[in-house]
């Protein structure tokens, strides 16, 4: 347990000295301009928690930066509610230079994802980690993901939890979010050590946001949708658990240590939690490439990390991407696997906040 306590500070500096800080960024507003209803989903397949596609981190830096009408485009969102109901919602975009469009220079390292060796994943035991602020952000989807807890009512998760690309999956209109919490202790035969089993409380969802990119373009040439693979959730009723602030993501090497954690429930440890944190490696403008160990369950965990807030003078822990999970891309012939996170980009940013907000005024730090 001492070890997860120090884990628990990774990326932190002792004492009050500023670290590393949030970078200043100026955030756009994305508007909802005008809302149609569209013909009801499917919801015949199953969630897939495993992704392919055949664009990896260099055929995502050549494609070409996208004109601000692709961007509307692609961050026009879908509403799915918990009637059945399907909207679709252009959207505007003000304060954003399309023509500055970001893109980091090529040259980092990337390493394939493989768990071997020495697992790097730590599994959370006992209330007083599991029910303490950040891993009490972390909860369960009813369709086998992860997601986290970004407000009172609302879940960050990875959008092919609830949408294949081209309709919702099966167990979407019925969502629930799993709330992790101890149900009672047992001691092991072995060294006397006490165990919590565990159980979900589950909380329906009342609506479900899904960015057009991802239902566009998923399957096109340069795999785009990959970059819009995130999705918002708004719960039915209120949760009573700390959540966890979004951010902009910084560039990888503004990062403590380079690193990224996140926490979320792995098919392979099923009733736990599973920690992990790592070092961020290539990265495009929305994806970045990292090495944490994980396996299918996973899938929508919010990648945190923890820095010093300016402004405010003080230390804050923000959500900066979404893990989207083990990508197998075939180059030339050659399966590559990558572990991939969806970063929060000044657009997304605005976007998801506006969505949890319902206004912009309170969308103008990220």
Known sequence: ??????????????????????????????????????????FLRPAQLELSSSCGPECHKRAPAPSYWDLRQFLSYETLHSSGQLTETAVGIYGFDAEAFYRPPAGHSRRRRQIFGTDSRFSIIGQDFLMNYPFSTAVKLSTGCSGTLVGDRHVLT??????????YVKGAQRLRVGFLKPRQKETSGGNGTELSKMK?????????????????????????????????????????????????????????????????????????????????????????????????????????????????????????????????????????????????????FAQICYWIKGNYVDCREG
């Open 1 to 42: 347990m001492a070890l997860l306590a120090l884990l628990l500070l990774l990326g932190s500096a002792s004492g009050s000295a500023p670290g590393p800080q949030w970078p200043l960024q100026r955030v756009p507003v994305v508007w909802p301009q005008q809302t149609e209803e569209r013909p009801a989903p499917h």
């Open 158 to 167: 990875a959008a092919h939890c609830v949408h294949d690309g081209k309709n």
């Open 200 to 348: 979900f409380q589950w909380i329906r969802v009342k609506r479900t946001h899904v960015p057009k990119g991802w239902i566009t373009n998923t399957g096109s040439a340069n795999d785009i949708g990959m970059d819009y693979d995130y999705a918002l959730l708004e719960l039915k009723k209120a949760h009573k658990r700390r959540h966890m602030k979004l951010g902009i993501s910084p560039a990888a090497k503004q990062l403590p240590g380079k690193r990224v954690q996140f926490s979320g429930f792995d098919n392979d440890r099923p009733g736990q939690l599973v920690y992990r944190f790592c070092e961020a490696g290539d990265e495009t403008y929305d994806l970045l490439y990292q090495r944490c160990d994980a396996q299918p369950g996973a899938s929508g965990s919010g990648v945190y990390t923890r820095m010093w807030n300016r402004r405010r003078r003080r230390w804050e822990r923000k959500v900066i991407g979404i893990f989207s999970g083990h990508q197998w891309v075939d180059l030339s012939g050659t399966p590559q696997e990558f572990n991939v996170a969806v970063r929060i980009t000044p657009l997304k």
